[in-house]
């Protein structure tokens, strides 16, 4: 199994980018998926989670409203879109997967990509 994100960039404050984690070798239809985001220094923390069949999403307080996740089961990829960015959102993001439901809690999922950079300046 292999989660593979990208995406990540440098992005003036009030900027937006599009993350990408593609899956391979999982039923991609059946798992939830997460981005999680690391900032240095930092505890792990959850992002977003979408579940296997697209009907329940979940946000931490602090994207509400600026971040959308979003998965297209087709193509084996899962979305972040994240919008009016803050410097706050500078962080490593990490895509994760489990079966069928969402999780906040990252000791849950079973599979992870490796993390993409995302820099907001001021």
């Known amino acids: 199994v292999q989660l593979q994100a990208s995406g990540g960039g440098l992005v003036q404050a009030g900027g937006s980018l599009r993350l990408s984690c593609a899956a391979s070798?999982?039923?991609?239809?059946?798992?939830?998926i997460a981005w999680f985001r690391q900032a240095a220094g930092k505890e792990r923390e959850f992002v977003a989670a979408?579940?296997?069949?697209?009907?329940?999403?979940y946000y931490t307080d602090s994207v509400k409203g600026r971040f959308t996740i979003s998965r297209d089961n087709a193509n084996n990829t899962a979305y972040l879109q994240m919008n009016s960015l803050k410097p706050e959102d500078t962080a490593a993001y990490f895509c994760?997967?489990?079966?069928?439901?969402?999780?906040?809690?990252?000791?849950?999922?079973?599979?992870w990509g490796q993390g993409t950079q995302v820099t907001v300046s001021s």
């Open positions: 994760a997967a489990r079966p069928y439901q969402t999780s906040r809690y990252q000791g849950e999922y079973e599979y």
């Open positions: 070798g999982l039923t991609f239809g059946a798992y939830a």
């Open positions: 979408l579940n296997w069949n697209r009907s329940f999403t």
